[in-house]
């Protein structure tokens, strides 16, 4: 009896996680940040509700309070979320944790397959440890951080031959990040329309992740490496390499000389409003906010373009983006991968797309028509070729933190040298790794 | 014998209330109803700190049930006490504690004696001068980020007024050495009220005989206020700095709103970094060790003032 009870406990454990069924319906609760995009998943999922009977919930959670809200929720095992589209970050921790579900037997059985989907989102959003065929979630949110700029000051003649003058250039899109510090030097404090514009925003924000991606947007292209040799933990010569350093002198010096005065703790909401408010030429954002940007009816349709992170010693671009989760702690785990096996739908994941939000689905990717739909397709595409993301380990939030802090000072508040920031990044990165067991 | 809660509750219950429950001691009655109260003091106050401090010696994550917190010393506090960021840390809250001290005592203390003279109007200005305090210091954060802000904000026009200084040209919250200052007065315009109405309770309790005495005497109004007002006010002052020091030690929600603890960390008071060590980084037993550090200095100073209140108090 025992023996029958175990196997038949065994039978339904295997059921609920391989085959989802459509018995009952339930009330699902999505957990997301709140930007524009998640306003597109409410108005995709309801096709969702209409075909399988059950009703979505969601929670949106502003950014700044994202990762805190969302990870105090899953460390306390609580059941709020059935599905969660958690940062790329968290994946270690919610694998290693017991936070996710793992999804391999589900794929298998359904016949999800991760070769349909980028590449760069699989290794980035889905897998755990990173590159090893064992996934957590199922990339739903492409995204890098690119640039925008007001299209209509630079195809100004005036302005086209100021620029000449002062830099015997043509001005144009920046096709290397010095190039655009110059533009932007070239715009700050400038009078156009009898109003004083500066150079570009970009992130400083101290409180969550803000500065550590904006400045990873030049220390990529510069060559930054996060390890010697992956999966080692070697950081010294990679951290503070010389090209590294170079690279944050670079971002202090874009910062010091060509932003709006008082972006001193901005993410992308100050981004955001730098732009639309008519304050500066370009801006740094991620590509999500792109569709709502170029809709917006002050700077955006003939107003503005768009940019992919331009290349310094390389092409590189810091990967922003999520993928979708089941929730270990839910009850409703059966409905939540329902929910997930009809958005990897090619159908579902055009429309996704043609909604405002960037699937990673090959089928929409490589449709010959994909770069032509949107001004910024094609750089999104560029852009996710070359994508490089942050410590995805568990211990992700005090790597995170230590980053923030030692760029900040050095940036921002001006302490120290870049080598300094650099060299301490990397003593607080080695505590981190010897408290994890990992050196 | 000592007079104990419960003995003088044994002795204020009534003998029919005891006679009623039999078998029953008046003090086992007492017992009764003062335990629910002694153990949820127990509960929420000294359990937790009991726990914190066994925390303390651990690599506990709270975020990691799933791995085993082993016991390592005193480790936790050797890396506290050593790390120069902390100590940093402590500085700014330092500097925070001092200056909004040093002048919400002064200007509160100048107010309550302005208002407390007789003139038209006073309670119509009692009221605006205290609304700040009444408002919550997530609006006020929110408020002051707006006033400081170097190309809209209000401040910087004020001061570019006074100054003949391009409003632009500096930066409350995002300067190294006007940070610091920014959080001080915007914790002073918020809660200077606070001193003022703890000043001016005392000012009034102070009974008129004993300025009419000292008219008499022919006291100067200096000599009066140095040697009536300031004295039997003082106990008030200390109590109301008292306050403000507990509360501003534990600073959190405004200065997070005004700057995050930045730039850099130049106002991350010690509070903001606890919170993120404990919830952001999830290092629990280092936490708990921090936890334990700043419990203690401010349960030692604390004291230390207590004491000194009581002896003014006495004299």
Known sequence: MKKMTSAAIGAALMTSVSVPTMAMAEDLTLCWAAWDPANALVELSKEFEEQSGHTMNFEFIPWPNFADRMLNELNSGGKLCDLLIGDSQWIGGGAENGHYVKLNDF??????????FAPATVYAYSTWPKGTPNYYA???????????????????????????????????????????LQIAQFFQGREIDGKTVYGASIFTERGSEGITMGVTSALYPWGFKYENTPGSYDMEGAVNSPEAVEALEFYKEFYETATPPGYTNSYMGESLDAFKSGQVAMAMNWFAFFPGLYADPA???????????????????????????????????????????????????????????????NAVLNDPGFKDSAPFAGDFLEAMNDVQDF?????????????????????????????????KLIEDWTETFEDEGKL | MTDTIANRAAKATPPR???????LSDRAIAWIFVAPTIFLLLAINIFPLIWTIQLSFTNYRANRLNREPEFIGLRNYERILTDSDIWLNMQATAHFLFWTIALQTLIGFTLAWLINKKFKGNDLWTTIIVLPMMLSPAVVGNFWKFLYQPQIGLFNYIVAFFTGKDPSSFEMLGSVQLAPWSIVIVDTWMWTPFVMLICLAGLRSIPDYIYEAAEVDRASKIRQFFTITIPMVLPFLMLAVLFRGIENFKMFDLVVQLTGGGPGSTTELTSINLKREAFEKWRTGYASAYAIILFVTVFGLASIYVKALNKVKER
């Open chain 1, 107 to 116: 794929f298998d059985a359904e016949g999800i397959s991760m070769d349909d």
């Open chain 2, 17 to 23: 209330v005891a006679r009623k429950i039999k078998g």
């Open chain 1, 391 to 423: 410590w995805q380990e568990p211990a992700y939030a005090e790597l995170l933190l230590a980053m923030q802090k030692r760029i900040h000072d050095y940036v921002v508040a001006d302490q120290g040298t870049a080598q300094e920031a650099l060299d």
């Open chain 1, 138 to 180: 199922l990339p739903a949110m492409g995204d890098a951080n690119g640039w925008f700029y007001r299209k209509d000051w630079f195809a100004d003649a005036d302005i086209q031959a100021a620029y000449k003058e002062a830099t015997g250039e043509d001005l144009r899109e920046p096709q290397s990040q010095r190039e655009m």
């Open chain 1, 299 to 361: 700077t955006g349709g003939d107003k503005i373009d768009f940019f992919v992170n331009p290349p310094q010693n390389q092409a590189g671009s810091t990967l922003g983006g999520q993928g979708i989760s089941v929730v270990a702690y839910s009850d409703k785990q059966d409905a939540a991968l329902e929910y997930i096996k009809w958005f990897a739908d090619p159908e579902v994941q055009a429309k996704w797309w043609e909604l405002g939000g960037y699937s990673a689905h």
